[in-house]
């Protein structure tokens, strides 16, 4: 069997939709599965368009996401020109060949394609005109996807406008005819435009790929389809938020496509072993933000802690909670008990500032919650007497400790938590309590409970 060569062929526009992303990765997916090529090609002729910034944004995203291509910009091919632009001199001879075939004709300065089949005029009550129709076989197509989908076509279309442009329809054909486009995996947009499709790689004597339309995918809320006004849209927006690549591209391949068992977190390696045309869904997929975040969670679990850092720490310095006089040392230990509540490193500068600075807000939600009921100063002030006289600040030991204070009081540990988190941290929730007074260590622990109970107590 001849093999495998799959394209994704953007027109770049300045954005880099998720959908796009998807159908990319679904061809990449496929050519890893099969050992086939990865072909980008950019279909760059709606010149208006299509600026040096919209390619870098695609390429970017591209290499982002991991996808990377055995053709195409950049790495090349001997199936060039990669740009469709470029590509004029070999759409001109496939308008020859079609010219040497008869299927196609002059008409109001533009070239037409002749359907075949028989021809009758008929009155057209939209146009109010009268317009020729052809009675032709419908196309049928066996879509890897859809399954069988026919149409019959019943009129001539443009492939060559009056300015002098061939139309997208046609050079997209030729081109994945002359790149030896095996496959053709797109997004269900397309499947209207691939009967015309078909009707030309017939008429042009070339084999038809394998069409593959793969569903839409819609907004999280709503029937529509995502737009790229709709958060979530575009993959800048997943890079600028400081997603983990490849829990994004993770999920991108369970929109539209599972395997049989519904796992959902799978490494690289797995997806390209199971992936396969007929896992892909014929229903639309839905985007799920939160399952999205936490894929980023667990993958982000994952990684070794000094990799972990390496990328917190430029997210946390651009929120202004670390610099480069901060020890790595202390970022680290900081991060070691914070990671597992945090599904994504945007969210880690407001999780974790107090470790960094002793201006941190009090929450004041937290605040009524915690002085609602007894008398949780002097709960404070007892903590603060215990913690005073101990010197090993190890979660161990003030595990121990607070057990003992708990034990003379008569009451249970976890008592005295919310006023002592409250006081060093500013809120109700965060890491293990031990924990986090560990890592604030007995000088920052003693001087913020003193300041909460001198500005609340006055003394
Ligand atoms: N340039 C077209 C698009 O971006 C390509 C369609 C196709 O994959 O055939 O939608």
């Known amino acids: 069997m001849a093999m495998t060569r799959v394209r994704f062929a953007p027109s770049p526009t300045g954005f880099f939709h998720i959908g796009s992303a998807r159908t990319a990765l679904f061809n990449w997916l496929y050519a890893r599965h099969s050992g086939g090529s990865f072909i980008l090609r950019i279909e760059d002729t709606d010149a208006a368009r299509n600026t040096e910034q919209a390619l870098t944004v695609l390429i970017d995203g591209m290499r982002w996401l991991g996808l990377d291509w055995d053709e195409g910009p950049e790495s090349g091919g001997e199936y060039g020109p990669y740009f469709q632009s470029e590509r004029r001199a070999i759409h001109d001879a496939y308008i020859d060949r079609l010219r040497e075939v008869d299927r196609i004709y002059e008409k109001d300065g533009a070239l037409w394609f002749r359907l ?10 939209f146009r109010k005109k009268e317009v020729e129709k052809v009675r ?3 196309i049928v197509i066996e879509d890897a996807v859809r399954g069988r989908v026919e149409k019959e076509l019943d009129e001539d279309f443009v492939i060559v406008r009056a300015s002098g442009d061939p139309v997208f329809h046609f050079v997209n054909v030729v081109d994945d005819i002359t790149m030896g486009i095996t496959h053709v995996i797109r997004g269900e947009d397309h499947l209207s ?3 015309k499709h078909a009707a030309l790689f017939d008429a042009l004597g070339a084999p038809r790929p394998v069409f593959a339309h793969i569903p839409l995918i819609l907004k999280s809320d709503g029937p529509g389809k995502m737009s790229k006004r709709d958060r979530g849209a575009l993959i800048e927006e997943y890079q600028r938020r400081h997603f983990l690549p490849a829990a994004v591209r993770n999920y991108l391949c369970l929109l539209g496509w599972s395997p049989k068992d519904d796992r959902e977190k799978m490494a690289p390696e797995e997806l390209i072993e199971r992936f396969d045309l007929d896992g892909i869904n014929r229903g639309n997929a839905r985007f799920d933000e939160q399952k999205l975040v936490h894929l980023n969670g667990a993958y982000l679990r994952e990684l070794p802690l000094e990799t972990y850092a390496w990328m917190a720490r430029p997210v946390l310095h651009d929120a202004g909670i670390v610099d480069d006089e901060t020890p790595e040392d202390d970022v680290q230990s900081v991060l070691e008990i914070c990671r597992g509540k945090v599904n994504l490193l945007e969210d880690l500068p407001g999780y974790a500032d107090y470790f960094f600075r002793d201006d941190y807000a009090f929450d004041s939600a937290a605040e009524k919650r915690v002085f609602k009921k007894g008398d949780p100063l002097a709960d404070l002030e007892r903590v603060y007497r215990t913690l005073e006289k101990l010197d090993d600040f190890s979660a161990e030991s003030l595990e121990r400790t607070f057990a003992g204070l708990a034990e003379s009081a008569g009451v249970k540990p976890f008592a005295y938590f919310p006023v002592t988190r409250f006081a ?7 890491p293990d309590f031990y924990a986090m007074l560990r890592v604030l260590g007995k000088e920052r622990t003693l001087g913020r ?9 006055g003394s």
């Open 424 to 430: 060093v941290s500013g809120r109700a929730g965060g």
């Open 136 to 138: 032709s076989a419908p």
């Open 449 to 457: 409970i003193r300041r909460v109970l001198k500005e609340r107590k």
């Open 116 to 125: 075949e089949g028989e021809r009758h005029t008929v009155y057209d009550d």
């Open 193 to 195: 435009n691939t009967p």
